[in-house]
């Protein structure tokens, strides 16, 4: 994934240039990645770019807009609006990103109809109804631990397809949906263990 | 660093069974990992176990510790404690894992000298001191990003040799500290990657 969005963003660049073919060796200079790296690494998403003609460029950012998720908005409901879904919601750059946080939901009363953010908090048992008439996709759960496996169901349910699960709890989905977990200790253990070695430098602990 | 926790974990089990010493195969087995892999993954941190007579657990399990900085309590500065940083002060899971956040830092003047959590909010500008006089090793950073380097210098400045940051901004430390960056825009990138490609199941973001 890591190349493919570094492949987007080359040939956005190139596109803005007014270029409109590129080979996969072209494409790979300047990344330091194999032109064979490049061809893999596409082919495996269907076929396109030709031998010999190279990719047109803009169908290639369309596609790789399309598998990386960036060619729409995601709307996302956020389930536990505590300290930690406070912070998610005023993190900046989701917007930028093609997230929309759509609907923010709690199960503590005297959060119920506040706004925070400039957002209603919402019951919980509207989620079912609001995930389905907004057509949300994504859900982020925010809540204490004990409560993240059924508030993954009550997504689920009401057909969400993916979820960033924040709290310290392994989520268990079957093949129902897709989970990605935030896991703070564990980054913290990373830390440790990178220090305890005396690796220095910034290692990005999320790629 | 995954497979090393894992042998940890099977070793400890182990110990506490009463057994003095195990193969490299006998290691593997349940893990699902080769009695060559366990070989090579040891032997990158020196020379312990004995060809036909395996590694005595008791030593194996304090190198394994060592190696993953699991034989000593971390002590952690949090930098912000706005709402992010009220939350992972909140966050269980530190403690268990042998993390201990030491003292509290924020440059907001309404939050300086007030309790979050049982902790004291401490001034920018006391960092330096208290962190040296701590011997605090770990710091967080959990400010606006316009601040994260800047926060970062002053904590490599007092001695921090590891910083985790939640800033969503890369961080220039050359080779003076090891960091490690929670990116929540990158994990719910790759969210949408894997909903976008229709995977499914729990997928841990941070391993």
Avoid at 48 to 54: L, N, P, R, T
Avoid at 58 to 64: G, I, N, Q, S, V
């Amino acid at each position: 994934m890591k190349r493919l969005t570094l492949y987007l963003r080359e040939v956005e660049r190139r596109l803005s240039q007014g270029e409109s073919r590129v080979s996969s060796r072209q494409l790979g200079q300047g990344l330091g990645v194999t032109d064979t790296q490049i061809r893999k690494d596409l082919s495996w998403f269907g076929q396109f770019g030709q031998a010999g003609v190279g990719y047109a460029i803009e169908d290639l950012a369309t596609r790789l807009r399309q598998i990386l998720g960036k060619d729409r908005t995601w709307k996302t409901a956020l389930v536990g609006a505590g300290r930690l879904g406070q912070a998610i919601m005023s993190y900046g750059p989701f917007a930028r990103e093609g997230f929309e946080i759509a609907a923010v939901f709690d199960a503590d009363p005297s959060l119920i109809g506040t706004e925070v953010g400039g957002r209603r908090i919402r019951r919980l048992d509207e989620l079912d109804q609001i995930v389905r008439e907004r057509e949300i996709m994504l859900g982020i759960i925010s809540v204490p631990k004990e409560a993240a496996q059924s508030t993954a169901e009550r997504l689920i349910e009401a057909g969400v397809l993916g979820i960033l699960n924040f709290a310290p709890v392994r989520l268990e989905v079957a093949d129902r949906a897709s989970v990605v977990s935030v896991d703070f200790s564990a980054r913290l253990e990373q830390l440790a263990f990178q220090v305890s070695l005396g690796l220095k430098g910034s290692i990005d602990g999320d790629d």
